[in-house]
Structure formats: structure tokens, C-alpha cells
T-cell receptor, first 116, second 114 residues
Framework: GAGVSQSPRYKVAKRGQDVALRCDPISGHVSLFWYQQALGQGPEFLTYFQNEAQLDKSGLPSDRFFAERPEGSVSTLKIQRTQQEDSAVYLC??????????????FGPGTRLTVT | AQKITQTQPGMFVQEKEAVTLDCTYDTSDPSYGLFWYKQPSSGEMIFLIYQGSYDQQNATEGRYSLNFQKARKSANLVISASQLGDSAMYFCAMRETGRRALTFGSGTRLQVQP
């Protein structure tokens, strides 16, 4: 398939564990975004990459959240010492252009993280 | 203040009828873009339609059209001839100049009844 893929689709972690969420964007897409979607809410921005450069991380809720995209394609969102409030769906999106004008973002299916 | 407001948590519509989903936004930026996404129960966000703040005409994409009223800061989505497969969450979103990320509203759950 040519869409954005994310893995795992579901993750259950015990409070205090570290987790890593993976995103494979559409091939050739320059921009990559991570969003957090709490139950019953709209997605909220976490961080943005243009190629391998992390240009905006203003939405990361704490220093327990870390994201990388070392080769400008696959990205990993890491959450250290997970807390219950981290339970949410984590959505990855990519776009061809650097996120301006009409360049719509294509979303993956998300990873549902449950912290127990 | 909320940047994107969707005041209808849930909407019902009969199959084959038209439905309007409301969205108002708040920005002081003269240049911005407005988006609508559909999120079925599978979870994936599907892009529907885009309206730029300087676009002269309201956007249309098949059965979707955007009723853009700039002075009122509203960007309502109109779905014509509703189908059962239209049942989903619908999100309005905005991107302001210089900001790559989208700001989303809280969504409207649409249920199409046969």
C-alpha cells in the first residue's frame, strides 16, 4: 500500500515503561507530523519534521516525549516513563510539500496506547 | 479561546438528504487554510476538502462543498445526498501562515439513517 503506516496499531504499557511508536510516511513526502488524539477529542499537534530536521516540537507535552527522523523517512515517537495521561491515539501524518497552502496531510491509522 | 469550534457533538441525517456541519474559527492571520477531515471508526483521518482564505469561490469536491463566510469566520461543510458510508466523525481544521501543523476542532459525529 502507498499510504502512511504505523506500528504497532495497539500498545498496552504499564505505568513507568518506555514505548516506541513507528511511522512510515508516504515515499517522497518531505513533511511528517505527529498528533495526539485523546478519546472524544480532535487531534493535537505534537511535533513536525521537514526531512530529518525537527522544525517544531512545541506540542510535546513534556521532556518524556522524544521524536526522531534520522534519515528523513521513517520516524519514531518515544515516550519514556509512561503515565496514565499518555493514553491516547498517536497519529502520524505526512505531506509532500513543506506544509503550506493546500498541501493536505495524509494520516496513518494511528497507534492506540493504553497505559495501565 | 478556541481556534476551531464545532458546536454540534452529534448529528443525524436521513439517507439521500443533505446535511451541514458547522465550523467557526478564530484567527488574526490574513492568510490561512481551512480543511475538513473524516474519521471513520477505523481511525484513519481522510482529507475531504480545502478552502484557502483568499480563494474567491467556495470549494467543492464531489458531494462535499464548503460554505465559506469569511466575515463570519465560518467554514461549514455541506454533504449532499448522504450515504450510509458517510457515518463517521468529521473534523474541521485550520492552518495559519508560518505554522505547518493543523489545529483541529473537537469534531461532529454524523450518523446517516436508512
Amino acid at each position: 500500500g502507498a499510504g502512511v503506516s504505523q506500528s504497532p496499531r495497539y500498545k498496552v504499557a504499564k505505568r513507568g515503561q518506555d514505548v516506541a511508536l513507528r511511522c512510515d510516511p508516504i515515499s517522497g513526502h518531505v513533511s511528517l507530523f505527529w498528533y495526539q488524539q485523546a478519546l472524544g477529542q480532535g487531534p493535537e499537534f505534537l511535533t513536525y519534521f521537514q526531512n530529518e530536521a525537527q522544525l517544531d516540537k512545541s506540542g510535546l507535552p513534556s521532556d518524556r516525549f522524544f521524536a526522531e527522523r534520522p534519515e528523513g523517512s521513517v520516524s519514531t515517537l518515544k515516550i519514556q516513563r509512561t503515565q496514565q495521561e499518555d493514553s491516547a491515539v498517536y497519529l502520524c501524518a505526512s505531506s509532500f510539500f513543506p506544509g503550506q497552502g493546500k498541501s493536505e496531510q495524509y494520516f496513518g491509522p494511528g497507534t492506540r496506547l493504553t497505559v495501565t | 479561546a478556541q481556534k476551531i469550534t464545532q458546536t454540534q457533538p452529534g448529528m443525524f441525517v436521513q439517507e439521500k438528504e443533505a446535511v451541514t456541519l458547522d465550523c467557526t474559527y478564530d484567527t488574526s492571520d490574513p492568510s490561512y487554510g481551512l480543511f475538513w477531515y473524516k474519521q471513520p471508526s477505523s481511525g484513519e483521518m481522510i482529507f475531504l476538502i480545502y478552502q484557502g482564505s483568499y480563494d474567491q469561490q467556495n470549494a467543492t469536491e464531489g458531494r462535499y462543498s464548503l460554505n465559506f463566510q469569511k466575515a463570519r469566520k465560518s467554514a461549514n461543510l455541506v454533504i449532499s445526498a448522504s450515504q450510509l458510508g458517510d457515518s463517521a466523525m468529521y473534523f474541521c481544521a485550520m492552518r495559519e501562515t508560518g505554522r505547518r501543523a493543523l489545529t483541529f476542532g473537537s469534531g461532529t459525529r454524523l450518523q446517516v439513517q436508512p
